[in-house]
């Protein structure tokens, strides 16, 4: 350790150390780094922002909203397996506020980002700044506390010193593969500018090895008798699995054994599609096959799953009255779900143990042979799906058909809410790991093509596409921009069906007709709903907002142009967006699934009253597991 000391001002001293900072994993390493996004203000521009312009080596890059260019890093991380990000910078105030919906977005899907909100100031004698909010009770909060909830680490830094232990862990905190989620510095304006001696070893190239921590023995040997002890084993593949890169793994596992996998929002890919044992979707969004073999299963594998409730249908998914469950999880929050024997631990490394330990295993013909059964029942319906051709205008499940069957073989295709991300986790036939990134923990509109720029910046050399409904659009499309500035093509296909088709139907099925989910004119001071019969369209142009943000735009009305649109998409040399109108209620039908949503208790609506007569009777197949 030298005494050396760098005369450095905050601002100065965190970039450098960001610059410094590695990673490592199975002897692959790389800075952990990939740049920087900002949006300056008052709070910001002459701390990190001058840091910025000093340091060209973590690269600037300017965004239009500070919510979108977290989507971005988050995204970004989840093409990188979490082993590189971003970092966040915004000014004070609504920048900062800006950021919050991302760092849940982040927190909840477990993806590294580093959010460095500008905070005011630590000297206070000039309060209120401009964009304080001012406390009567103390002058030690300011927004920057919002985002405490919504970080796996927090820290304001009212010291320049404050630095030599908080960044040490936001890194510890970013690399947990446990732990991992947005990490918040609020930064005062003032003490990003004041300088400090910083100890000249704090800049040192530092890695931190991401570990493949492995499960108690004793408890891995409890799950190989509990498997080979098992009649209806089901694998349930989650989002870890590919965070871990496992997928090799688990498809040995699966060939060795004959375990059926059902695939989560973010699990699906971690098994290719036409894998015989690849049940596919299971849960709310899932299909017959994997909700068939889930409600009989006696052992249900979780593999980096939070079990959320489009996992388990509400609780509803595993009926077999002796079921029990075997998690495997870095996070022991999440292994210890559903009662389960927990394996607090790596997937790729467990999968490996415990081939070993179950050499010899294998279902029974009977078991494998009904599952091969339901795997090719459902590809046929997903051909049936696909060859749809509705008139007058397309229905969403026969253009997601061209879309995987007209994308190159290394696409990423990206979506996040609305009616889409069930229809793709149903329909989307997975053929890489990569290839169906769903943002679908905190499903968060307009996600998408920041996202999706996010994708492009991680992959440049590949095919992105970017699936969005023209409610998502309408919130967060200002990414385009982004895009075209630094040449990252993204091809957006926005499916315009007026309105909420998702929220729609949900409301008609709970008895409430469409009410509020419809872009349309009101009629006599009231919006329209469903029953509506004279519905007068809002003059949104989306190609002409597109074009006015300078894409490549497209229109089309039926599944030809579609197809064709679809096919020059790929010549175009910027981001192109192809707006198609497609049916409002033509479908994809749920599978053997249920998802609880209250349904008004008392109301004056007959169609409510019997809703929620019906929702009484399916909760009662909600189960606890203790
Ligand atoms: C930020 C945000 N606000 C609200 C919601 C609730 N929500 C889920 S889907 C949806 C409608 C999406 O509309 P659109 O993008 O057009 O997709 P569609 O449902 O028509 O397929 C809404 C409002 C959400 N997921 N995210
Ligand atoms: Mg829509």
């Known amino acids: ?33 990939a740049g920087c996004f900002g949006i300056f203000g008052h709070g910001c521009v002459s701390g990190i922002g001058q840091a910025l312009q000093q340091y060209p080596k973590l690269r600037y890059y300017q965004t239009r909203n500070e919510q979108a260019m977290v989507h971005a890093s988050a995204a970004y991380a989840k093409m990188k397996n979490r082993m590189q990000t971003f970092a966040c910078l ?29 905070d005011i100031f630590a000297r206070r004698n000039v309060a209120p700044v401009l964009q304080q909010l001012e406390s009567e009770t103390t002058q030690d909060i300011s927004v920057s506390d919002c985002f405490k909830p919504v970080s796996r680490y927090w820290d304001r830094i009212n010291r320049a010193d404050q630095i030599l232990t908080a960044l040490p862990e936001a890194m510890r905190v970013l690399t947990s593969p446990a732990h991992t989620g947005a990490v918040t510095l609020s930064l005062p304006e003032d003490t990003q500018t004041e300088a400090y001696d910083y100890p000249a070893d704090f800049f ?31 694998i349930v593949a989650g989002g870890g699995v590919i965070y871990s890169g496992a997928e090799k793994v688990l498809e040995q596992f699966v060939e060795r054994t004959g375990i059926p996998v ?42 980096g799953t939070r079990f959320g409730d489009f996992t388990s249908a509400s609780k509803t998914a595993f009926q077999n009255p002796d079921v029990r469950f075997v998690n495997i999880n870095v996070a ?34 009977g078991y494998q042979q009904e599952a091969q059964k339901l795997h090719k029942q459902w590809q046929e319906e997903v051909d049936r799906i696909y060859a749809i051709r509705n008139e007058p205008l397309p229905s969403q499940g026969e253009l997601i058909g061209v879309v995987n069957e007209l994308s190159e073989p290394g696409a990423v295709m990206i979506n996040a809410a609305g009616s889409m991300p069930g229809d793709l986790h149903k329909l989307w036939r997975t053929r890489h790991s990569k290839n169906f990134h769903l943002e679908y923990g905190y499903s968060c509109m307009g996600y998408e093509i920041a996202g999706g720029l996010g994708v492009k910046m ?16 309408l919130m967060l499309c200002n990414e385009i921009v982004t895009s075209i500035q630094e040449g990252y093509k993204l091809t957006i296909v926005l499916m315009d069906n007026r309105g909420f088709n998702s929220i729609g139907g949900l409301s008609r099925s709970l008895g ?44 089309c009305q039926t599944y030809d142009d579609f197809v064709a649109a679809f096919k020059e998409s790929k010549e175009t040399d910027r981001t192109t967006v192809i707006c198609v109108r497609n049916d409002r209620y033509v479908g994809v039908p749920g599978y053997e699934s249920w998802w609880d949503v209250p349904v008004a208790e008392v109301s004056e609506i007959e169609s409510v009253r019997k809703a929620r ?13 203790f």
């Not at 036409?274 to 249900?300: K, S």
């Not at 394996?343 to 330990?357: C, F, M, N, S, W």
Request: hydrophobic share 40%.
């Open 512 to 555: 409430q007709k469409g009410f509020g989910t419809r872009y349309a004119f009101p009629i006599k001071k009231k919006l329209p709903d469903d029953t509506s019969k004279r519905i007068k369209a809002l003059p949104v142009d989306f190609a002409m907002n597109a074009r006015g943000l300078g894409a490549h735009v497209m229109e």
């Open 458 to 473: 991680a992959a440049p050399e590949r095919e992105v596409i970017v699936m969005v409904g023209d409610g998502s659009y």
């Open 262 to 303: 059902g695939v989560t929002m973010a699990g699906k890919g971690s098994l290719l599609y036409d894998n015989e044992l690849n049940l596919g979707a299971i849960g709310v969004t899932g299909n017959f096959a994997a909700n068939l073999i889930a409600r009989e299963a006696d052992l249900v594998i979780g593999i």
């Open 90 to 118: 915004s000014s004070i105030g609504p920048g900062a506020t800006n950021m919050i919906t991302g760092a849940a977005v982040a927190t909840t899907n477990h993806l590294p980002v580093l959010l460095l909100p500008g």
């Open 1 to 33: 350790m030298s005494a050396k000391t760098v005369r450095l001002t905050m601002g100065q001293a965190l970039i450098r150390y960001l610059i410094n900072q590695h990673v490592e994993r199975d002897g692959e390493q790389h800075p952990f780094f």
């Open 332 to 365: 022991e929050f999440d292994a210890y779900k559903h009662a389960a024997l927990p394996l607090v631990a790596d997937a790729r490394a467990t999968l490996k143990e415990l081939i070993g330990l179950l050499k010899g295993y294998h279902v029974r013909p």
């Open 613 to 625: 007569k019906q929702w009484e009777k399916d909760r009662k197949r909600e189960r606890y597991f």
């Open 204 to 234: 040192k190239k530092r890695i931190w090895t991401i570990p493949r921590n492995r499960a108690d023995r004793a408890a891995l040997a409890g799950a190989a008798k509990w498997i080979q002890g098992s009649k209806r084993p089901l």
